[in-house]
């Protein structure tokens, strides 16, 4: 709690400097103003209510990926609930707001900064990587399936033994 107390002190500091460093000088104001808002989106519900796209031409594969596979999920679960409802308001009504208001949850949530910012390092960070060649990847994994099969015909040959040797004395 204390930690939290200090952080929001921390947030009000660097407002009140903002705020003095941009009446020194007109020309900051634009960067303190967007500091600000930058702040305050990310401090409340209310970025559920913007429309916009945050940075919009970075990260476009992982957050169009993200946003498929959170409304996939979300249209199964309604789904479901259309499936267990009786009446038919809750079989078709309730199921379609939900989803909308999923949809609309999905869209806002992989736009909003931090998740958009982790998604875009992701992005980048899955550029860098080399991956195997199809001959490699076939390679690795028939040892990966063969040392499988190797321990598992080990185990059995344990579990028999001792399956063999402890039901003669019982």
């Avoid at 959170?70 to 989803?99: H, N, Q």
């Avoid at 076939?138 to 099969?149: A, C, D, N, R």
Wanted: aromatic content about 12%; overall charge positive.
């Amino acid at each position: 709690m204390a930690k939290q107390q200090h952080l929001t002190t921390d947030r009000e500091e660097d407002n009140v400097r903002g705020e003095e460093s941009s009446d020194r000088s007109g020309n900051g104001r634009g960067q303190t103003v967007a500091r600000k808002k930058d702040r305050n989106m990310t401090a409340g519900t209310h970025w559920l209510l913007q429309t916009g796209l945050y940075k919009r031409n970075q990260g476009r594969v992982i957050r169009q990926a993200t946003f498929a596979v959170l409304l996939a999920t979300i249209a199964i679960g309604c789904w479901r609930l259309s499936e267990i409802a009786d009446r038919a308001s809750f079989k078709y009504g309730l199921p379609l707001v939900m989803l909308a208001a999923g949809f609309w949850v999905s869209y806002r949530v992989v736009n909003f900064p931090q998740f958009a910012d982790f998604l875009i390092a992701v992005e980048a960070e899955m550029a860098k990587v080399s991956w195997p060649s199809r001959s490699q990847l076939i390679k690795s994994s028939l040892v990966v399936i063969f040392t499988i099969i190797g321990l598992a015909a080990i185990l059995w040959m344990y579990d028999t033994f001792w399956r063999f040797l402890l039901g003669r004395f019982t």
